[in-house]
């Protein structure tokens, strides 16, 4: 019998889990209740319309993301919610979403093919939920996922509830990479991944107070930067605290080694009385923490997963907010 967990191994070996999250344009996000087999639009509920969909969609090499999600009211009620998360230019605090009510998954299809062609679908509606966290708890794409992610939506659930956090909404949603750092979440609109989630961190990252150290262990990056640039952004986020959140942003690689062991990155940032920074840095693969391991529950082969460190860090362009009388 197999007893290996993948995210157990992870934190016995000290992971360090930042610049896992990924970096997609645009997450479609569907409603569909479990159970969701290890090909999830391979799903029992799932229209084969939806699934021939998913499937050109990925075949053009387009970043969209699909995703299913569900709620304990999935199963009870007779529509379907389609989340669809764009990423925006140039710099931004994230994603701007979407919401559609949809008579049933029949139709979510022919709406989403409307909106990937450019045009406006019916069904769109106006809510006050201002935050959407997904939790994986796709157990039957790596058994962590259900082993940490089914007890961890329960928790954060009540914790959501208890904190009276009407305009947050939490959701189960199928595998959206990092399993062995289960369990694992995104925070939309931002995008913000965390992974290895207890219920300290996850009450800070809710309420955006507390300790900012947590985030050292349980952030993975935030999704609207490359992952090198996601390191960068920690760094900066242990520096400048909570606040961070409240700022809009974006990075880039400026240049990468041959060999990926070193690159140059630059963050640029704007704060909420429109001062505006540039950050630049050294990122250089980091020997200590690049580890050889198991990435899944499932497989047999090890992969070198590259970890990078912040060398140096510098200040390249500064603008003061200037305020006319």
Request: with cysteine.
């Amino acid at each position: 019998m197999n007893t290996f967990f993948c995210s157990d191994y992870s934190r016995q070996i000290g992971e360090d889990i930042i610049g896992s999250a990924t970096n997609y344009q645009t997450y479609i996000l569907i409603e569909c209740p479990p159970p969701w087999i290890s090909e999830a639009f391979n799903s029992k509920w799932v229209p084969d319309n939806l699934r021939i969909l998913v499937e050109e969609v990925k075949q053009t090499k387009k970043p969209i993301r699909f995703l299913l999600i569900a709620n304990d009211e999935s199963h009870r009620i007779n529509q379907t919610t389609v989340l669809i998360y764009q990423k925006q230019e140039c710099l931004s605090q994230g994603y701007r979403k979407q919401e559609f009510k949809i008579p049933n998954i029949e139709q979510v299809a022919g709406i989403i093919r409307k909106w990937l062609a450019g045009g406006h679908p019916d069904y769109e509606i106006e809510t006050d939920i201002s935050r959407d966290i997904l939790i994986c708890t796709h157990g039957n794409h790596d058994k962590c996922c259900a082993r940490y992610g089914n007890p961890f939506y329960f928790y954060a659930s009540k914790t959501i509830e208890d904190l009276h956090l009407d305009h947050v909404r939490i959701w189960r949603s199928t595998h959206f990479g990092g399993h062995r750092f289960a369990p694992t979440a995104i925070d939309f609109p931002e995008a913000r991944y965390y992974g290895a989630l207890d219920q300290d961190s996850f009450r800070a990252i809710l309420t955006r107070s507390g300790d900012i150290q947590y985030l050292n262990r349980v952030y993975r990056g935030w999704g609207i930067l490359p992952p090198p640039i996601q390191i960068l952004e920690r760094e900066l986020i242990l520096r400048l605290g909570w606040d961070w959140f409240n700022y809009q942003a974006a990075g880039k690689i400026l240049e990468q080694s041959l060999d990926n062991n070193t690159i140059l990155g630059e963050l640029s940032f704007e704060d909420p009385s429109g001062c505006f920074y540039s950050y630049q840095a050294k990122l250089v693969k980091d020997i200590a923490k690049t580890q050889s391991l198991k990435s899944s529950c499932n497989t047999t082969q090890e992969t070198v997963v590259v970890k990078y460190a912040v060398a140096n860090l510098w200040l390249t362009a500064r603008k003061v907010a200037t305020y006319s009388a």
